[in-house]
C-alpha cells in the first residue's frame, strides 16, 4: 500500500531537519523502553535466590512491565493529543527513574512487581506512544527510515546495558544495581527535551503565528479552525478495518511468543555450562546484529520495490523469527548459541523495525494514534502470559527447551497467518478499488443519459 497523503495530516511533513533530532531522542526513549524488561532478567536469578521465588514467578517481573507498558498505550496517546510529545516523554523517564530507585529497597516479590512492572511499565508506555508520534508527524517519505533508526535504539541499548548490569550486579548486588539503572534511566527526560513540537501555519490566525504539536498553543476559537478534535482512542470502528484485525491477530501470535526466549536466554545458557558473563553477552551479540538489521530493514522497506507490499516481509520476518526458536534447543555449545543469537537478531530486527510502520502503511498516519493506541492494550494479554506460561514449563518439565519449541511455534503460526491474510487483503482492495472505478465510469454515462432524455422531453 502507497504511504498516506500529506493531505490526510494537514500539512507536508519536513522529513528532515530538526526531526533528526527527533529520532535521536527517540532513539533513547524507545531503547529504554524496549531494552529494559529484557535486560533485568540478568538479575532474576539473584532476586530469586534473595526473595525465594520459582520460575514462573520471577518471570512475571518483565512480562507485568511489558503488559502495563502495551496496556497503557491508550492513555499515553490521549497524553500526547492534549499535551505533546515533549513533556509526556519527559515525565515517563521520571516515573521510570523513580521505579527502579524505589524498587531496590524491595522485600516481597509483590513489592517488586508493583514498582518495576506497574509503575515502570507506566513510564515506558508514556515514552513509547510518545516518540512514535511524534516520528509520525515529523516524517513521511522517509518515515520506516526514521522509524528503523528510533527503534534501533532497543538493540544499541541491549547491546550496552545488559554487559553493564552484569558488571554491576557482581559489584553492588541486584539492590545496588537497581538504584544505578534507575540513574540512568532519568536521561529519557533529556531525551524528551529534544521532542520539540512540529510548528505549523496557522491560516485562521490574523498575525500569522505559528501553531505547534500542543493543543493550547492558539485560544478556543483558533484551535476549532486550525486542529481537528481530539480522537477516541478505544475507536471500536478500527475493527471494521480488514486488514488491521488480520494485523492484529498475527500481532498478538508474536507478542505471546517473543519476549519469553530473551528472558531465559542467559539462564539457559548456563544450563548449558555457560559461563555467566557470556550467558550476559549473548543478549549484547543479539543487540549489536538487531542494532544493524533495524536501519538496515527500514532502508529495504523503504526502497519502491518492498514499499508497497511491506506487509509480506513483515510476515517472512516473523516466519524467520520464529524458526530460530524451534532450532535453538538443538544448539547446546556456546558456539552453536552464539549463532543462534546472531540469527535471533536478524529476525528479531526485522520484524520491530517492521511492526509500527506496517500499521501506519494500514491506517495512515492520522489514524495511526488510534490504532496504535487500540493495539497496545490488546497486545497487553499476550505479552502478560507469555513468559509466566514460558516459566510454567520450566517448573513442570525441569527444560528449557520446551519453551522454545511453544515460542517458535506460535510465531511461524502467525507468520503464516498474516502471509496468507495478506494475500486476501490485497486481493480484495485490488477488487474493491476496480468496482470503485467501474462505477465512477458508469456515473458520467448516466448522466449524459439523462441530459439526453431531457433534451428530447424539450
Excluded at 283 to 297: E, H, K, N, Q, Y
Excluded at 308 to 322: C, D, E, H, K, T
Amino acid at each position: 500500500m502507497p504511504p498516506s497523503p500529506p493531505d490526510s495530516l494537514g500539512y507536508k511533513p519536513l522529513d528532515g531537519g530538526w526531526g533528526w533530532m527527533v529520532v535521536f531522542g527517540a532513539h533513547i526513549s524507545i531503547g529504554f523502553a524496549y531494552s529494559t524488561p529484557k535486560v533485568l532478567s540478568i538479575f532474576f536469578k539473584a532476586i530469586q535466590e534473595d526473595l525465594g521465588a520459582s520460575y514462573s514467578e520471577i518471570a512475571w517481573i518483565s512480562s507485568i512491565m511489558l503488559a502495563v507498558m502495551y496496556a497503557g498505550g491508550p492513555v499515553s496517546s490521549m497524553l500526547v493529543s492534549r499535551f505533546g510529545s515533549r513533556p509526556i516523554v519527559m515525565l515517563g523517564g521520571l516515573m521510570c527513574g523513580v521505579s527502579m530507585v524505589t524498587a531496590s529497597f524491595g522485600n516481597s516479590i509483590v513489592y517488586i512487581y508493583f514498582f518495576i512492572g506497574i509503575i515502570g511499565g507506566c513510564g515506558l508506555s508514556l515514552n513509547l506512544n510518545a516518540s512514535l508520534t511524534i516520528i509520525s508527524k515529523y516524517f513521511l517519505a522517509r518515515r520506516p527510515l526514521a522509524n528503523g533508526l528510533a527503534m534501533a535504539g532497543s538493540p544499541v541499548f541491549l547491546c550496552l546495558v545488559a554487559p553493564l548490569n552484569q558488571y554491576l550486579l557482581d559489584k553492588f548486588g541486584w539492590r545496588g544495581s537497581l538504584l544505578i539503572l534507575g540513574a540512568l534511566m532519568l536521561n529519557c527526560c533529556v531525551a524528551g527535551a529534544l521532542m520539540r513540537p512540529v510548528l505549523l501555519p496557522c491560516n485562521s490566525c490574523a498575525s500569522q503565528k505559528m501553531v505547534g504539536e500542543e493543543p493550547n498553543m492558539c485560544n478556543t476559537k483558533v484551535k476549532k479552525g486550525c486542529m481537528k478534535e481530539a480522537k477516541n482512542f478505544l475507536n471500536v470502528s478500527l475493527f471494521k478495518n480488514r486488514g488491521f484485525v488480520f494485523y492484529l491477530i498475527g500481532n498478538m501470535m508474536f507478542i505471546f511468543g517473543a519476549y519469553a526466549p530473551i528472558v531465559f536466554l542467559p539462564a539457559y545458557a548456563i544450563s548449558q555450562g555457560v559461563d555467566e558473563y557470556s550467558a550476559a553477552y549473548l543478549l549484547s551479540i543479539m543487540g549489536f546484529v538487531d542494532m544493524f538489521v533495524r536501519p538496515g530493514t527500514g532502508l529495504l522497506a523503504n526502497s519502491k520495490w518492498i514499499r508497497p507490499r511491506i506487509q509480506y516481509l513483515f510476515s517472512f520476518a516473523m516466519v524467520f523469527n520464529g524458526t530460530c526458536h524451534l532450532l535453538c534447543p538443538l544448539l547446546n555449545t556456546h558456539a552453536f548459541l552464539i549463532g543462534y543469537t546472531v540469527f535471533f537478531g536478524i529476525g528479531f530486527g526485522m520484524v520491530f523495525a517492521l511492526i509500527f510502520e506496517c500499521l501506519m502503511d494500514l491506517m495512515g498516519s492520522q489514524r495511526f494514534p488510534s490504532a496504535v493506541g487500540m493495539v497496545t492494550i490488546i497486545e497487553c494479554f499476550p505479552m502478560l502470559l507469555g513468559p509466566p506460561t514460558a516459566g510454567l514449563l520450566v517448573d513442570i518439565c525441569g527444560d528449557y527447551k520446551y519453551l522454545f519449541f511453544m515460542c517458535g511455534s506460535v510465531i511461524v503460526a502467525g507468520g503464516l497467518f498474516l502471509f496468507v491474510t495478506n494475500i486476501y487483503n490485497y486481493h480484495m482492495l485490488d477488487k474493491e478499488k476496480m468496482e470503485k472505478d467501474r462505477e465512477q465510469k458508469e456515473k458520467p454515462s448516466e448522466n449524459q443519459e439523462q441530459v439526453s432524455l431531457s433534451e428530447v422531453q424539450i
